[in-house]
C-alpha cells in the first residue's frame, strides 16, 4: 500500500513540474523570442513561422499540429507515450495564450523587452527554454510536437531521438530564410537563422546541463569501526552498500571499507546518517562521472552486431547444450555460472511453472538479465502423476541423493512393478521473463515406462521413457531425434516462435 502511495504521489509530483516547466516555456517564448522574431526548432518553431508569415496566433497551429500528430502517435507507437505528451501539448497551448493576451499592447504587437538587443532576446529566451525542457525532460515529459516525429521513426529505424530532432530542428530553422528574405533581404534573413541556431544550441546546452545536474553522482568510502551499524543504516534507508576488506597500513591491522554510489543530493542525508553512528568515522567522497546500472542509467554504448542475451536458470550442461542446439544462434544464451550466480535458486512451489516461475524471477530480481527457466516432470498415470514435480528428488526421501538418476529410476521402476498401465508423459514449463514481459510455455511428449533401462545417451529418465510412435527410449533415439521431438524442444520452440516475433 505504502509503494502504490509513493508511486502515485511521484507521479502527481511530475505533473506539477511539468506544469511549472511549461509555464517557463512559454514565458522564454512569448516574451523574447517571438517579439524578435526568433525561430527556435520544434512544432513551436514551425508555429512560430507561421505566425511571422500569416500571423495567425503560435498557440492555434502549434495545437492543430500536435492534435495531427498525437492521432498518427496513439496508434503507432501506443496510448501510453502519449498521456504526458497529451498533457504538455494542452497545458503549454493554454500558457501561450494567456501570456500573450497578458503582455500584448492595443495592437496586438508583444512588446520589446531588452529594447533593441535582439541577441540579449536571445540568449534569455533560449536559456528559459532550455531550463523548462529540462525539468520536462527529468520528469518524463514532453512539449509534444517533433518529440513524437523522434518516436515514430525511431520505432521503424534504427535512428537515435537525438539525430532525429537535430535534423527536423535544422530544417525548421533554416525554413525562416523564406519567411524573412522577401520583406528584409538576404542579410536580416541571414542574421535570423544565425539567431535561430544560436538559440538552438544555448537551449541544448541549459537543457543537458539541467538534465545532467539531477543525474550527478558521487561515490562514498566510509572507514569506520562502526562500518556494520553503518552499512545496515543506509541499506535500510535504501541505498546499495558493498563492504570490502582492506588494511591499515599504519597500524597493519584489517579494516572493512563501506562502499556507497548515490545521487549528489542525496549526499547531506548520507553524511547525517554517518555522524549519527559514528562521528569520527572516516569518510572520503568523491564525484563520479558516471553511474550506470539499477537505480541509475543504462548504459547506452552500442555494440556492434550483438546478440541479444538471455540467461537459462540452470547450470545443467545437458539441458544447456539441448536449448543452445534448439535455439540457435539468434540469441547468446548463458547460465547461471556465466553470470556469476551460485547460489541454489528458490524451487518450492508444488507445480512446474510455480517453479519455472520461481526462478526466473529470482534472477531478474538479483542480476537484472532477461532470463528464462524451466521445470521438467516425469508424470506417471498408474502412480497419479508421480514423481512430477519431485521428478529430480524422486529418491531423496528414501535417503537417495539429489539429481541421483539411478536411484530416481530404480524406485520408479520398482513402484511400477505389477502396474498395467504404464503410460507416462515428459511435461516442460518455462517461465520467461523479457522486456517486462512475463510468459509460459508447455511442452508435452506422450509414451510409456518399459520395464529396464535402455540406451546410454541422454539423462534423466531417458533410459526407461519410450515415447509413443517409436520403438526406442529417448536414451537410443539420441540427442537429435530427440531434440526434435521432446518436451523441451517442444516448449523452447514456442519460446523461440514468441522471441522471433
Same mark, same amino acid.
Given at each position: ?194 539567431? %535561430? ?12 546541463? @539541467? #538534465?545532467? +545536474?539531477? $543525474? *550527478? !553522482? &558521487? ?26 576488506? %582492506? ?12 562502499? @556507497? #554510489?548515490? +545521487?549528489? $543530493? *542525496? !549526499? &547531506?542525508?548520507i553524511l547525517r546518517y554517518i555522524k549519527i553512528i559514528d562521528p569520527y568515522a572516516f569518510v572520503s567522497m568523491g564525484n563520479v562521472q558516471g553511474v550506470y546500472g539499477e537505480g541509475f542509467d543504462p548504459m547506452k554504448a552500442k555494440i556492434k552486431k550483438a546478440k541479444p542475451t538471455l540467461v537459462f536458470a540452470t547450470n545443467n550442461q545437458h539441458k544447456l547444450e539441448e536449448v543452445r542446439k534448439i535455439i540457435g544462434d539468434k540469441f547468446e544464451i548463458r547460465s547461471l555460472e556465466d553470470i556469476g550466480c551460485k547460489v541454489e535458486l528458490p524451487e518450492t512451489s508444488d507445480s512446474l511453472e510455480g517453479n519455472a516461475l520461481q526462478k526466473a524471477q529470482y534472477i531478474k530480481k538479483y542480476y537484472g538479465f532477461d532470463c528464462f527457466a524451466d521445470d521438467t516432470g516425469l508424470e506417471c498415470a498408474a502412480l497419479g502423476g508421480e514423481p512430477g514435480v519431485r521428478s529430480a528428488r524422486y529418491a531423496c526421501e528414501d535417503g537417495g541423493a539429489d539429481h541421483d538418476s539411478e536411484a530416481n529410476m530404480k524406485k520408479l521402476l520398482k513402484n511400477l ?85
Open positions: 500500500m505504502k509503494q502504490r502511495l509513493k508511486l502515485i504521489a511521484d507521479e502527481a509530483s511530475d505533473y506539477i513540474y511539468i506544469a511549472i516547466a511549461l509555464l517557463i516555456y512559454a514565458t522564454g517564448v512569448t516574451l523574447f523570442l517571438l517579439p524578435y522574431e526568433i525561430t527556435t526548432g520544434g512544432v513551436t518553431g514551425i508555429a512560430s513561422l507561421i505566425f511571422f508569415a500569416t500571423g495567425i496566433e503560435v498557440q492555434i497551429s502549434y495545437l492543430i499540429m500536435n492534435a495531427i500528430l498525437l492521432v498518427l502517435a496513439i496508434k503507432i507507437v501506443g496510448w501510453r507515450f502519449c498521456v504526458k505528451t497529451i498533457y504538455g501539448v494542452g497545458l503549454l497551448t493554454i500558457y501561450l495564450w494567456v501570456l500573450q493576451r497578458m503582455v500584448e499592447d492595443d495592437n496586438g504587437q508583444l512588446p520589446h523587452l531588452v529594447g533593441d538587443q535582439a541577441f540579449m532576446a536571445v540568449v534569455l529566451g533560449a536559456l528559459l527554454e532550455g531550463i523548462a525542457l529540462g525539468i520536462c525532460f527529468s520528469h518524463n515529459g514532453s512539449t509534444g510536437g517533433t518529440d513524437i516525429i523522434a518516436a515514430i521513426v525511431n520505432k521503424y529505424k534504427e535512428v537515435s531521438l537525438g539525430t532525429v530532432l537535430m535534423l527536423l530542428d535544422c530544417i525548421i530553422i533554416s525554413s525562416s530564410y523564406f519567411v524573412f528574405v522577401g520583406d528584409e533581404g538576404t542579410t536580416k534573413a541571414l542574421e535570423k537563422i544565425v539567431f %535561430g541556431f544560436t538559440a538552438l544550441i544555448i537551449s541544448g546546452m541549459t537543457l543537458d546541463f @539541467v #538534465v545532467n +545536474r539531477n $543525474r *550527478q !553522482s &558521487v561515490q562514498f568510502m566510509i572507514f569506520s569501526r562502526n562500518y556494520s551499524r553503518i552499512a545496515t543504516m543506509l541499506n535500510k534507508q535504501g541505498f546499495g552498500v558493498t563492504v570490502l576488506d %582492506g588494511t591499515g597500513w599504519y597500524t597493519r591491522t584489517e579494516r572493512k571499507v563501506v562502499v @556507497v #554510489v548515490a +545521487r549528489k $543530493r *542525496q !549526499s &547531506v542525508n512393478e505389477g502396474k498395467e498401465d504404464r503410460s507416462a508423459q515428459f511435461r516442460t514449463a518455462i517461465a520467461l521473463l523479457y522486456k517486462d514481459e512475463t510468459l509460459v510455455f508447455e511442452g508435452i511428449v506422450k509414451g510409456h515406462i518399459i520395464s529396464e533401462k535402455k540406451g546410454s545417451e541422454g539423462f534423466g529418465y531417458d533410459p526407461v521413457f519410450m515415447p509413443d510412435g517409436y520403438n526406442e527410449t529417448f536414451a537410443e533415439l539420441g540427442s537429435d531425434v530427440k531434440n526434435k521431438i521432446s518436451h523441451r524442444a517442444q516448449a523452447v520452440a514456442k519460446l523461440c516462435e514468441f522471441l522471433i516475433k
